[in-house]
Nanobody, 127 residues
């Protein structure tokens, strides 16, 4: 059974950093693209970053470029999202998701490209 579990969220001051983790099981990372999304209750889930199945391609939403970094550790079955220079508007629930690996070099930031989701981790940026 395919499962994903996020962790690493919390309360941080503006300008601070967090590293979110997405631990997965039930599939081989080589065959899945992984995306990070965020959502405020009542609003649509928006794509933040993703990494392709072969690890060669990463994408970032324009509003996080230069501040967020996605990476993965195959040995730990974990995908990370490093978030730096946090802003109050980054306050959201952050989710990781797995989608089809395609040819291995693609990843997308659209919600409907992913079919397996974690439960989310809350990030709150406030002084």
């Amino acid at each position: 059974q395919l499962q994903l579990a996020e962790s690493g969220g919390g309360l941080v001051q503006p300008g601070g950093s967090l590293r979110l983790s997405c631990v997965f099981s039930g599939f081989v990372l080589d065959y899945k693209m992984i995306g990070w999304f965020r959502q405020v209750p009542g609003k649509e889930r928006e794509g933040v970053s993703c990494i392709s199945a072969d690890g060669s391609r990463t994408n970032y939403a324009d509003f996080v470029k230069g501040r967020f970094t996605i990476s993965r550790d195959m040995a730990k079955n974990t995908v990370y999202l490093q978030i730096d220079s946090l802003k109050p508007e980054d306050t959201d629930i952050y989710y990781c998701a797995a989608g089809p690996g395609y040819a291995g070099t693609y990843c997308g930031l659209e919600f409907d490209e992913y079919n397996s989701w974690g439960q989310g981790t809350q990030v709150t940026v406030s002084s």
